[in-house]
């Protein structure tokens, strides 16, 4: 909808004021701000672009100087010629109100959005488009600039296809930071911008045309890239997040190990053990992750309860691994859904479809809409269900499914409310999947018009529909008896998915159904809101059950650990080609004495710094990361000269000082990229305030709880009482948890009896504060000291940080401290350590 634009027909033939040389000759567009204009200069024998902008659609135009101008000098500062430079501004009075023109170069072609319009396009060029704006911005980071309004109609595809040297076409970025200049509006951050991009003009490659290498650079760009990469902002997790270098270093990296025989076909040998740190990464190759899938996981047996399930841990702890891998689809697709072996139907959802088609999602204030999204979701989801269920039942029950089918898809017809067409064969799923396929466009794209008052809404699915679709698959098909239906929901996560999107669909996701359970990963129990659009709370107990794999890998019994973790690396020596080790224990060994705790703390008291190295210290160091742990071992090796280096046949391979400085290094670099973050630097200090005082208390005061009176051994925060934190202090704590500084164990029980959530640190930073992996002890807190803690951890450090009382103790502190931060300098931390 324009906003208070002029005639164009004003401007056509006249002079532009103070460049009289151009004159304004044709009209190339407007937009809801601004005319675009072809001004000539006859004399000069070149044309340039004048865009015209009516004053009172700008933002600080009364400023001196105005705000607007501070924008448009910012795409001056870009060195490449990529984006479209303004050398030329002024005033033009006109009868509705003065405007600003802005002259700049004249780009020849169409935009990024016009394009896409005209039908399919290649991965090639996907590609190229992909890396230039990658390199885009990288210019924009060295200039500490963003865009702020980067998107398909920002971007002008430049015709270049005259040249006998140059590609045919070349991009060029336009109307930098138009959002503020024109709106107001908050700047749109730019990664996102851009994995909207990638997502359309994905959508628009034909895929089944693609050669095997297209294949495969697609998935790369749509299972990693879309998937994590653009919108990843923790460096902590994903040393690429918001970095376009290592983003772009990433894909050419992928494009150069290519080595795929057909599309969907995964390499059955790794290059290394350490490929693949994210299930994103491995994409649709369906045999790659049943090869590395491991299930021995830890609380596997919470996520396949017949419950609805809220399910966090730390980043890279396996749920988006073992939630595809639970998939009735992944199980058919690599031979392992023999009914036999079929207690339940596995549905896989990745979010962020929702975050591509709902983001930045808010509640609608008009009633008609509220249901739109559930409407996306319940087509998404019966789609995915009726295409599974087909493959399924057509091979290990093709006769029953030849005779029930066209009954059963008469029942669905009637249960989803839709129209059935006048076909022969619409009484099939195939039917129902194309017909809810366009339900599924048509949400998408009404829910853009939400707030335009000249729209009317119709009829859409409300939150009943998918649980009576299960209830009516349930009752009419017998294969299906006594197998519930479960919907696995993949990075269920604020702010990805918004406060107000999460609270519209649980009326759908909390629902509780004897055919059918809602699966919820979400990073932390701070990203999941736990309430409703109609302003009901839910109630962790009763509505859903809540399973953090984090505290059950903290709790789990070593062994049980352990045998996890062998699995995992066994299977990954197992798919590496020649790869001279073959357990965790050949490349890492075990200490042949283990040291209990208390004797490693008495040995901290007295400055003596333990090595940390072996199989059961990497069973201790993991919170459940099994990514951290995989990409730490991998350190280890290139650290220790890489695998040729292990030839000669020593055991371990890896000597345990190489493994000791990585693991105090690693924990140096999760601190320095933490710190990164917007919000980092108050986490770091809140986690070091900890880290010393607990320190302190292992050095100066004995644990209770012992007849020996060992060390007090604390790793763990545990309040006297329900802190019920609000403003600041929640904010940091939510964050503290969503970057798993802490792990968060709700049902923990002080020592006064009050169920309290008790805080684990994270098992990795351990032995960066020289602390012992004991989980015996805790740093017990009054409400107060906590909210201290959060709010000023540098006072509450100074206030319970222990000191000594004699000259004695005052010595050996001193000694003691001096050690420590000789030890633990974050500067020699990020060194790689030397073999």
């Given at each position: ?95 509705e109100g003065d405007c600003v023109f802005l002259l700049s170069d004249l780009v020849r072609g169409q935009t990024l959005r016009e394009y896409q319009k005209k039908g399919s396009v290649t991965l090639l060029f996907v590609l190229d488009f992909f890396k230039d704006m990658l390199d885009f911005l990288r210019e924009l980071q ?189 199980r058919f697709y690599t031979e392992d859904d023999a009914p036999s072996s079929v207690s339940y139907i596995g549905i896989y959802y990745r979010c962020d479809d929702l975050y591509f088609n709902f983001p930045q999602y808010t509640l609608p204030a008009r009633a008609g809409a509220l249901d739109v999204p559930l409407h996306f ?141 809602f699966k919820l990963a979400t990073e932390s129990p701070a990203s999941y809101e736990s309430s409703d659009a109609d302003s009901k709370s839910y109630v962790e107990g009763r509505e859903f059950r809540l399973a953090n794999l984090g505290i059950d890998f903290i709790n789990a019994e070593s062994d049980d650990k352990l045998r ?272």
């Amino acid at each position: 909808m324009r906003k208070n634009l002029p005639s164009p027909a004003q401007f056509l033939g006249q002079p532009v004021p103070g460049h009289a040389e151009y004159v304004v000759a044709d009209r190339l567009g407007s937009g809801c701000n601004a005319h675009v204009f072809v001004a000539r200069s006859a004399t000069l024998a070149r044309e340039i672009a004048c865009k015209v902008v009516p004053v009172t659609n700008l933002i600080g135009a009364d400023l001196d100087p105005p705000t607007w101008q501070q924008e448009i000098h910012k795409a001056n500062r870009v060195p490449s010629n990529r984006v479209v430079k303004f050398y030329g501004w002024g005033t033009w009075p006109c009868a509705e109100g003065d405007c600003v023109f802005l002259l700049s170069d004249l780009v020849r072609g169409q935009t990024l959005r016009e394009y896409q319009k005209k039908g399919s396009v290649t991965l090639l060029f996907v590609l190229d488009f992909f890396k230039d704006m990658l390199d885009f911005l990288r210019e924009l980071q060295e200039l500490d600039l963003q865009h702020g309004d980067f998107h398909a109609g920002n971007v002008l595809i430049e015709d270049r296809s005259a040249s006998f040297v140059a590609p045919p076409y070349g991009f060029r970025v336009t109307d930098f930071g138009v959002a503020p200049m024109t709106s107001g509006a908050t700047l749109l951050d730019d990664f996102d911008q851009l994995g909207l991009m990638l997502r359309d003009l994905l959508a628009r490659v034909d895929y089944q045309t693609c050669s095997p290498e297209d294949r495969y650079m697609f998935d790369i760009l749509n299972d990693d890239f879309l998937a994590k990469g653009l919108f990843e902002r923790d460096a902590a997790h994903d040393e690429r997040a918001r970095n376009p270098r290592l983003l772009f270093e990433s894909l050419r990296a992928a494009q150069r190990t290519f080595a795929v025989r057909t599309a969907g076909v995964a390499r059955r040998a790794l290059s290394t053990p350490f490929d693949y740190l994210s299930c994103e990464q491995i994409g649709e190759s369906h045999a790659l992750l049943k090869e590395l899938y491991s299930d021995k996981m830890l609380g596997l047996r919470a996520i396949e309860d017949t419950n609805n399930l809220v399910l966090t841990g730390p980043r890279g702890c396996g749920k988006t691994t073992v939630f595809r891998s639970l998939s009735l689809k992944h199980r058919f697709y690599t031979e392992d859904d023999a009914p036999s072996s079929v207690s339940y139907i596995g549905i896989y959802y990745r979010c962020d479809d929702l975050y591509f088609n709902f983001p930045q999602y808010t509640l609608p204030a008009r009633a008609g809409a509220l249901d739109v999204p559930l409407h996306f979701v319940t087509a998404t989801l019966v789609v995915e269900l009726l295409e599974s269920l087909g493959l399924w039942l057509s091979r290990y029950f093709p006769q029953a499914w030849q005779r029930d089918e066209a009954n059963v898809a008469r029942e669905l017809w009637t249960v989803l409310g839709l129209k059935k067409p006048q076909q022969p064969s619409a009484d099939t799923f195939a039917a129902l999947q194309r017909a809810l396929g366009q339900e599924r466009e048509r949400a998408a794209k009404k829910q853009r018009f939400v707030d335009d008052p000249s729209h009317t809404f119709g009829q859409y699915f409300g939150p009943g529909v998918l649980p009576a679709v299960c209830s009516t698959l349930s009752q009419h098909i017998l294969s299906l008896e006594g197998r519930p239906i479960f919907f696995f929901f993949d990075d269920y996560s604020k702010p990805k998915i918004s406060a107000d999107l999460q609270r519209n669909l649980n009326r759908l996701l909390m629902q509780r159904s004897a055919a059918c359970f809602f699966k919820l990963a979400t990073e932390s129990p701070a990203s999941y809101e736990s309430s409703d659009a109609d302003s009901k709370s839910y109630v962790e107990g009763r509505e859903f059950r809540l399973a953090n794999l984090g505290i059950d890998f903290i709790n789990a019994e070593s062994d049980d650990k352990l045998r996890f973790v062998d699995d995992v690396f066994s299977r990954r020596f197992r798919y590496t080609k020649d790869y001279p080790i073959s357990s965790l224990e050949a490349l890492v060994g075990d200490e042949p004495n283990a040291v209990s705790h208390n004797e490693t703390a008495r040995a901290i008291r007295e400055g003596r710094y333990p090595k940390i190295w072996g199989r059961r210290a990497l069973g201790e160091l993991c919170s459940g990361d099994v990514h951290f742990l995989i990409e730490l071992v991998g350190k280890m090796v290139t650290s220790a000269g890489g695998p040729y280096a292990f030839r000669g046949g020593t055991s371990p391979a890896v000597v345990a000082e190489v493994q000791n400085k990585v693991i105090r290094a690693e924990a140096g670099n999760f601190l320095r990229n933490l710190r990164a973050l917007p919000t980092g630097q108050a986490l770091v200090e809140v986690v070091e305030a900890f880290g010393n005082v607990a320190s302190s208390h292992l050095r100066f005061k004995d644990s209770k709880n012992e007849t020996s009176s060992p060390p007090h051994q604390a790793s763990r925060i545990e309040p006297y009482e329900d802190p019920h934190l609000t403003g600041k202090a929640k904010e940091v704590y939510d964050d503290l948890l969503r970057y798993s500084v802490f792990i968060e164990d709700v049902r923990g029980r002080s020592r006064r009896g009050n169920v309290v959530p008790r805080l684990y640190l994270r098992r990795f930073l351990i032995p960066f504060f020289n602390l012992t992996f004991s989980r015996r002890d805790s740093l017990e807190l009054s409400v107060d000291d906590f909210k201290d803690l959060l709010l000023d951890p540098k006072a509450f450090e100074a206030k319970k940080r222990l000191k000594s009382t004699t000259p004695k103790e005052l010595e050996t502190d001193d000694a003691s401290a001096a050690g420590a931060r000789a030890q633990l300098s974050l500067i020699d931390l990020a060194r790689p350590p030397k073999a």
